[in-house]
Nanobody, 119 residues
Framework: VQLQASGGGLVQPGGSLRLSCAAS????????MGWYRQAPGKQRELVAI???????NYADSVKGRFTISRDNGENTVYLQMNSLKPEDTAVYYC??????????????WGQGTQVTVSS
């Protein structure tokens, strides 16, 4: 199972970006999908998660600014980021809790995409 993330870049404070992450491989079902981030010198932290039924959960620091969504048919998760702040600067990683076609659980991570918020 592989995750391919895209959509990062450089944006000014107050701007928006949309991250995408597509899962591929021997996938039977994807349960939870999520986004995490890691800033320089800091630990990786949860940004947002979404379970297969659509329930979402957000870090307090991004509530009201970020929106996570998913397309179950395309095995893709999105993160719409609005009103970006310099403190949102980090490498963003997508994650998927996968059940493979051989009925094995697999915790998959994407390669990371850089988001830089700066004027």
């Amino acid at each position: 199972v592989q995750l391919q993330a895209s959509g990062g870049g450089l944006v000014q404070p107050g701007g928006s970006l949309r991250l995408s992450c597509a899962a591929s491989g021997s996938i039977f079902r994807i349960n939870t999908m999520g986004w995490y981030r890691q800033a320089p010198g800091k630990q990786r932290e949860l940004v947002a998660i979404i379970i297969s039924g659509g329930t979402t959960n957000y870090a307090d620091s991004v509530k009201g600014r970020f929106t996570i969504s998913r397309d179950n048919g395309e095995n893709t998760v999105y993160l719409q980021m609005n009103s970006l702040k310099p403190e949102d600067t980090a490498v963003y990683y997508c994650n998927a809790d996968v059940l493979t076609t051989t009925q094995m659980p697999f915790d998959s991570w994407g390669q990371g995409t850089q988001v830089t918020v700066s004027s």
